[in-house]
């Protein structure tokens, strides 16, 4: 089974408008970190948001948002207020807490696509 | 604080020969893994470098080796270059082995022919 899973390969959103982009998980175990990434045409990845499976409390970083539902498996990203610049691939990713080394797991991807 | 910084930008080779690819991790980081991102799917995990020894390894054939160096700076080889190995290829770096960040470099486009 897949162990992220990003059903939106593409998005069009409205500069100034919410977007969310979903991302369900599958883990076993109990300990996991969940990311998001945003990856420009350059390529490099850029690091937007981290939530724990024990953090009590929703992740926010400025403009984005961590949508966490743990029981349904889902870390779904809310951009607010979206710019001209948020234009890119975004990408979900898990790293499993039994694991000795740092492995992320990531999703397909989504393009998000900002319309003036 | 220097980020991750990753050598050549983009490189050409033909397929059976040889490639080295080189990454800084930031400061501060003592940990290096490596992706292998295909066009149009997410970054596969190839293999991870905490103090200087693979402590974790992905899918990838023993073609695919690495190094790390005492200023935990890394290297990725492959040998026998083969068509699908053409991708980007992302180093990655954080502090130790626990859930922390990581935080990837601007990668080097290897396209095989």
């Known amino acids: 089974a897949q162990k992220i899973t990003q059903t939106q390969p593409g998005m069009f959103v409205q500069e100034k408008e919410a977007v969310t982009l979903d991302c369900t998980y599958d883990t076993s175990d109990p300990s996991y970190g969940l990311f998001w990434y945003k990856q420009p045409s350059s390529g490099e990845m850029i690091f937007l948001i981290y939530q724990g499976s024990y953090d009590q409390q929703n992740a926010t970083e400025g403009r984005y948002s961590l949508n966490f539902q743990k029981a349904r498996k889902s870390a779904n990203l809310v951009i607010s207020a979206s710019q001209l610049g948020d234009s890119a691939m975004y990408f979900c990713?898990?790293?499993?807490?039994?694991?000795?080394?740092?492995?992320?797991?990531f999703g397909s991807g989504t393009k998000l696509n900002v319309k003036p | 604080e220097t980020g991750v910084t990753q050598s050549p930008t983009h490189l050409i080779k033909t397929r059976g020969q040889q490639v080295t690819l080189r990454c800084s991790s930031q400061s501060g980081h003592n940990t290096v893994s490596w992706y292998q991102q295909a066009l149009g799917q997410g970054p596969q995990f190839i293999f991870q470098y905490y103090r200087e020894e693979e402590n974790g390894r992905g899918n990838f054939p023993p073609r695919f080796s690495g190094l790390q160096f005492p200023n935990y700076s890394s290297e990725l080889n492959v040998n026998a270059l083969e068509l699908d190995d053409s991708a980007l290829y992302l180093c990655?770096?954080?502090?130790?082995?626990?859930?922390?960040?990581?935080?990837f470099g601007p990668g080097t486009r290897l396209l095989v022919l």
């Open positions: 990655a770096s954080s502090y130790g082995l626990g859930p922390e960040t990581q935080y």
């Open positions: 990713a898990m790293r499993e807490g039994r694991s000795n080394f740092n492995k992320f797991y």
